[in-house]
Nanobody
Framework: QFQLVESGGGLVQPGGSLRLSCAFS?????IGWFRQAPGKEREGVSS????????KYADSVKGRFTISRENAKNMVYLQMNSLEPEDTAVYYC????????????????WGQGTQVTVSS
């Protein structure tokens, strides 16, 4: 069974940085990051293909967030810089076979999420 485990969330001040990590149990999957704020729908943040060649970002995070992966360690990272209060949400990593649109219903396996709070 495919397992994904997120870590690295926490409380950070506006303008600060966090790095989220996603540990996954099987190779050859596209990994995506999604987030869900209270009262809002889950939205795509970024994704990276199994070989790392195809990367997508939501417009709201372009230039601030960077996704990367280390297949030898079965890890995907989301480096988040210049964080804003609007980035506050539960962040989830998810997995799918092949290249997918950055929308939740394109991904089949999900982690439990990690809370990111941006506040002074």
């Amino acid at each position: 069974q495919f397992q994904l485990v997120e870590s690295g969330g926490g409380l950070v001040q506006p303008g600060g940085s966090l790095r989220l990590s996603c540990a996954f149990s099987l190779d050859y999957y596209t990994i995506g990051w999604f987030r869900q704020a209270p009262g809002k729908e889950r939205e795509g943040v970024s994704s990276i293909s199994s070989d790392g060649r195809s990367i997508k970002y939501a417009d709201s995070v372009k230039g601030r967030f960077t996704i990367s992966r280390e297949n030898a360690k079965n890890m995907v990272y989301l480096q988040m810089n210049s964080l804003e209060p609007e980035d506050t949400a539960v962040y989830y990593c998810a997995a799918a076979v092949g290249l997918r649109k950055l929308v939740p219903n394109e991904f089949d396996y999900w982690g439990q999420g990690t809370q990111v709070t941006v506040s002074s």
